[in-house]
Antibody
């Protein structure tokens, strides 16, 4: 079974740092791009960041650029999100998602598998 | 900065049809934006419904379909059921690795 399990959320003060992890299983992790998506309390989904399968290409929403760093360890089948200079508005549930970019030469750019999320509270 | 737009809410009768749309504050949505659609109920992770405009994800009932209507992407629910009452989000690929969600549409079935 394909599974994504996030961890590392918690309560942090404004200006602080936190590192989220996402453990993947059931698929060849290194073959797929991955994404982080967040949802503030009572708000909609917000795409945060993505990383290519090899880890060489990274992408960020303007709201987190320069403060958050996405990375992955393919030997551990784990995705990370290092969050620095946290703000109250970063309070959200953070979801890890498997990103499908290209299959057999055709492009798709969507998320097909989601974790259950981890909660980050900045206060 | 381009904003992805969705209707805030929609109401549909059981058995009825509802069309949700996903547009851009500037410009038209085409297949080149690879629109995808996600369903979310309170307290749950999103569920993938449609990708690449009109391809249903595995296990998604065929009452859900996607298309381009005019200058927007659309999610059509035909024969709405009570458990379709959820929030629905579209996602567009904006290029350079960046994707953006719409604000979401809350669908009520009553």
């Amino acid at each position: 079974d394909v599974q994504l399990v996030e961890s590392g959320g918690g309560l942090v003060q404004p200006g602080g740092s936190l590192r989220l992890s996402c453990a993947a299983s059931g698929f060849t992790f290194s073959s797929y791009a991955m994404s982080w998506v967040r949802q503030a309390p009572g708000k909609g989904l917000e795409w945060v960041s993505a990383i290519g399968g090899s880890g060489g290409n990274t992408y960020y929403a303007d709201s987190v650029k320069g403060r958050f760093t996405i990375s992955r360890d393919n030997s551990k089948n784990t995705l990370y999100l290092q969050m620095n200079s946290l703000r109250v508005e970063d309070t959200a549930v953070y979801y890890c998602a498997k990103r499908v970019v290209e299959v057999a030469g055709r492009y798709y750019f969507y998320m097909d598998v989601w974790g259950k999320g981890t909660t980050v509270t900045v206060s | 900065q381009t904003v992805v737009t969705q209707e805030p809410s929609f109401s549909v009768s059981p058995g009825g049809t509802v069309t949700l749309t996903c547009g851009l504050s500037s410009g038209s949505v085409s297949t080149s934006y690879y629109p995808s659609w996600y369903q979310q109920t309170p307290g749950q992770a999103p569920r993938t419904l449609i990708y690449s405009t009109n391809i249903r994800s595995s296990g998604v009932p065929d009452r859900f379909s996607g298309s381009i209507l005019g200058n927007k992407a659309a999610l059509i629910i035909t024969g709405a059921q009570a458990d379709d009452e959820s929030d629905y989000y579209c996602l567009l690929f904006m290029g350079s690795g960046i994707s953006v969600f719409g604000g979401g549409t809350k669908v009520t079935v009553l």
